[in-house]
């Protein structure tokens, strides 16, 4: 059920800025616990960042924390991330998620638990 689209990726010189968005249809994004993964190249997939549902309380890995902001717009129903200081190991493919059930109230790192992704937006962070 629904759908996400993701965009905003780009190439950006280190020290730069990209806001990604994930639109959301089909379904109310308010709702759901959300996340961001990344694939960088030649790795695994990894976690980066989430956003609850209620009070909308946010989680980042470690190597983001200070310079990526994840929210929400409740009335365009999308989901944005902020990226700031931008690092060439920020170099991959993003994608927005959502996870399977309405008001999650817990946490998530396993992509077997979202049923629900963006296309991918590429991000490379390259002088």
């Known amino acids: 059920e629904g759908q996400l689209v993701g965009s905003g990726g780009g190439l950006v010189q280190p020290g730069g800025s990209l806001r990604l968005s994930c639109a959301a249809s089909?379904?109310?994004?308010?709702?759901?616990?959300m996340t961001w993964f990344r694939r960088a190249p030649c790795k695994g997939r990894e976690w980066v960042s989430a956003?609850?549902?209620?009070?909308?309380?946010?989680t980042y890995v470690d190597s983001v924390k200070g310079r990526f902001t994840i929210s929400r717009d409740n009335a365009k129903n999308t989901l944005y991330l902020q990226m700031d200081s931008l690092k060439p190991e920020d170099t991959a493919v993003y994608y927005c998620?959502?996870?399977?059930?309405?008001?999650?109230?817990?946490?998530?790192?396993?992509?077997?638990?979202?049923?629900?992704w963006g296309q991918g937006t590429q991000v490379t962070v390259s002088s």
């Open positions: 089909g379904f109310t994004s308010k709702y759901y616990y």
């Open positions: 998620a959502r996870y399977r059930t309405r008001y999650y109230t817990d946490s998530s790192y396993d992509a077997r638990d979202y049923d629900s």
């Open positions: 956003i609850s549902t209620g009070r909308s309380s946010t």
